[in-house]
């Protein structure tokens, strides 16, 4: 029997006909996903809930609130009305007002409506010119999204309404910035799906091997989309977790590709068979692609730590859509390739990777060339590397950070206009107001006219109503702000409202209160996640390198990336200097949620580049090559994989900032821009000099732990005799 058939282990029609079962399988799978997904998304939340902290004082009063009047706190609508003439508070109500009081008051959700004549502090509701009045509805348990689109419905058929009436609130605002998120998801991803397409066409260098991430990316997103229909029966996972999912789905069905393609495509040339070739990069771009989607996993799931629903569903989301691109990866492409790997790499060119030549010499390129400059002065290259990385983090030290709310959303929607219209128009009235929440048995008219004074009294605070019984001991006030919710002002003011003394407990209530309890929760919880980040990092390259000084270093270069990332958005964002470019006016801070989820993309994602180029290193390294010969070669066989996975993932996940919400924008932007500072300052330049400086010690590792026979999980040298599938690598090729 020839070495081929002994590798091959078994006749090539066996193998064949076992790889499409394989492809039948996954498109089933894939099929089921998509179906139990598209159920499922109906069911996805999207409410201002999201952002609730459990446990914390807010929610426990917000709870307590709900008891006693039925109505959620959290929620509520709004619809700014254009009066026929001008209106005062004792001006009868007009006939367009009344109308909206109607249709407000048949919904089964609304607890209570309010307009200024029904009300003490009806002068509020009115405009500074009386062009203008407000009716507000309190509203109960709801499912947002379905209930928002039959009051729409039920404004618009009412003719005298039509152009003067614009539905708000805080139920309205949540339903379209979710509604606006993934309309502008799917725009940006149409938009750069044809540039998309043509890049991978060059990168592949072939029709058949460009589309084999695009078929990884619907196998992925299928999957995740059914796996989250099975969590949500006992978990409620968010809307918002589609926007990752997509993105992160498409990237990462790029990077684990191509480094596979590109790694049959050297071995195919090497020896000349598919089943041989396919054997070798099971046993290497396989390993590596193990290691890279299982860390990039652990990263994005220790976001499910976070309790806030927002948060730990785009860690669960993301979690499952890198195991399932890997997944793709390491069981359905070996089929795919089996059936197609002839054709895929008959499109290789020669010049692309560094090749042993048949004098035994290795044939190198740019890569090569590039790593050999830089270790010629690797202080200075490193210095300069360093200098740019933290001249990009300074930044970072003005941060300030907000929410999301209807000042996100763009005036053509009608939670967006309402909001515009009440800051600009109304002197007193607040869309978000600060309920001042007492809980007390009896409290005298004197204690709470006293709390009123020093309510008054507080810097910012630009109105507040005459406490209102709620029931059984609950007392309410609503104080309004002189500047926008979750505006640094507002988060002053309230937190100097929550250090007043009154009757009994004192709680304040409201969007900015929640997200001073949101902030609180996440600076309580994240030291335990970065920990476990860092953790994970630490443990899975050192079982990959058997070496204790590349994983610290590749840690602290991801923190580096990951420091100039967040100055860079500070820089864009809240100094607005790309205002203009990108189409947004400046928040003035940075939406803190997305920058958590940022980190744990982002320091998924160095590490998986990190485990690309160290795991090639490696290679070369037990292969005999020496410190500087292993590094150049390591980068010379994975740095155009690296940069052309970087630019490939840049433009699935920067399309984002084609959004109309600014958090978005910020999410996209900053995974884009942290890839290709990543695949350019950090692996061309930084990793090299330091490696170089380092020499012999980069390779260091405890004397116990080399004289392992067996890593825990390790890259094998690439033996010259023939090789036998490994069984616990599910090699599709196993011999009968």
Request: positive net charge.
């Amino acid at each position: 029997m020839s070495q081929n058939h002994v590798v091959a282990g078994g006749p090539p029609a066996d193998k064949h006909r076992r790889a499409r079962v394989v492809l039948w399988a996954a498109g089933v799978v894939a099929l089921l996903g998509l179906l139990g997904g598209g159920i499922a998304s109906a069911h996805l939340t999207s409410s201002l809930s999201d952002y609730d902290a459990p446990g914390s004082a807010v929610v426990l009063a917000q709870h307590q609130i709900q008891r006693v009047t039925g109505a959620d706190p959290e929620e509520g609508y709004e619809v700014v009305v254009r009066t026929a003439a001008p209106v005062g508070v004792s001006s009868p109500v007009p006939s367009r007002v009344a109308t909206v009081v109607a249709l407000l008051r048949a919904r089964p959700e609304v607890k209570r409506v309010l307009d200024y004549a029904s009300t003490g502090g009806g002068s509020t509701m009115i405009s500074k010119d009386g062009d203008f009045t407000v009716v507000v509805a309190t509203v109960g348990a709801v499912q947002e999204k379905q209930a928002v689109a039959a009051l729409q419905r039920s404004l618009a058929a009412q003719p005298s309404l039509k152009g003067d009436t614009w539905l708000g609130g805080p139920t309205v605002a949540d339903v379209q910035i979710a509604a606006v998120s993934s309309q502008d998801l799917g725009r940006a991803e149409l938009f750069a799906l044809p540039f998309l397409i043509l890049l991978l066409f060059f990168v592949f260098r072939g029709l058949r091997a460009a589309a084999v991430p695009l078929l990884g990316a619907v196998f992925a997103i299928a999957v995740t989309l059914g796996v989250m229909g099975l969590v949500i029966v006992a978990l409620p996972l968010s809307v918002f977790a589609l926007n990752l999912v997509i993105a992160l789905g498409l990237g990462l069905s790029v990077d684990f590709s191509l480094l596979i393609v590109s790694r049959f495509r050297e071995e195919f040339r090497r020896q000349g068979s598919v089943e041989s070739a396919l054997v070798t990069v099971r046993q290497t771009a396989g390993h590596t692609v193990l290691f890279s989607s299982l860390t990039i996993a652990a990263a994005m799931g220790t976001l499910a730590i976070f309790p806030e629903r927002f948060v730990y569903s785009m860690g669960i989301a993301g979690a499952i859509v890198v195991l399932a691109a890997g997944g793709f990866a390491l069981l359905v492409l070996p089929s795919l390739l089996t059936v197609f790997g002839e054709r895929i790499a008959a499109h290789t060119s020669s010049r692309r990777h560094a090749l042993p030549a048949q004098d035994g010499a290795q044939t190198t390129g740019r890569w090569y060339r590039i790593a050999t400059v830089v270790m010629r002065r690797p202080a200075l290259w490193a210095l300069s590397a360093v200098l740019i990385l933290v001249v990009l983090s300074a930044p970072f030290l003005h941060v300030s950070f907000t929410g999301a709310d209807a000042s996100a959303l763009p005036a053509s929607s009608s939670a967006g206009t309402a909001y515009e219209l009440v800051q600009n128009k109304f002197a007193a009235f607040s869309e978000a107001p600060a309920s001042l929440v007492v809980d007390a048995a009896h409290p005298t008219a004197r204690d709470l006219t006293s709390l009123s004074a020093k309510t008054a009294a507080v810097p910012g605070v630009k109105a507040v109503s005459t406490f209102e019984h709620l029931g059984g001991s609950l007392w309410e006030a609503n104080v309004a702000l002189s500047s926008p919710p979750l505006s640094p002002a507002a988060q002053r003011t309230v937190n100097d409202l929550q250090s007043l003394h009154g009757p009994g407990q004192l709680t304040v209530v409201g969007q900015t209160a929640s997200f001073l309890s949101l902030q609180k929760s996440l600076k309580s919880h994240l030291p335990v996640v970065l920990g476990l980040i860092v953790l994970i990092a630490l443990v899975m390259l050192f079982a990959m390198t058997r070496s204790v000084v590349l994983p610290l270093m590749a840690v602290v270069m991801n923190i580096f990336t990951i420091g100039a990332t967040f100055g860079m958005l500070v820089w864009a964002f809240k100094w607005g200097h790309l205002s203009h470019l990108l189409g947004f006016n400046g928040p003035g801070a940075l939406q803190s949620t997305s920058l958590i989820i940022i980190l744990a993309v982002v320091f998924g994602l160095s590490t998986d580049y990190g485990v690309f180029l160290l795991g090639r290193m490696k290679e070369e390294h037990d292969a005999g090559a020496t410190p500087e010969g292993a590094v150049a070669l390591g980068l010379d066989r994975t740095g155009g994989i690296v940069s052309a996975a970087a630019v490939c993932l840049a433009l699935a996940m920067g399309a984002l900032v084609l959004s109309r919400l600014v958090f978005v924008k910020e999410l996209g932007l900053g995974v884009a821009f942290a890839v290709l500072l990543d695949a350019t300052v950090v692996r061309a330049i930084l990793v090299p000099a330091v490696m170089k400086l380092l020499g012999p010690v980069a390779w260091w590792s405890p004397r116990q732990a080399r004289a392992q026979a067996q890593p825990l999980i390790s890259v094998p040298v690439i033996p010259q005799a023939p090789l036998v599938p490994e069984p616990a690598l599910a090699d599709l090729s196993a011999t009968k």
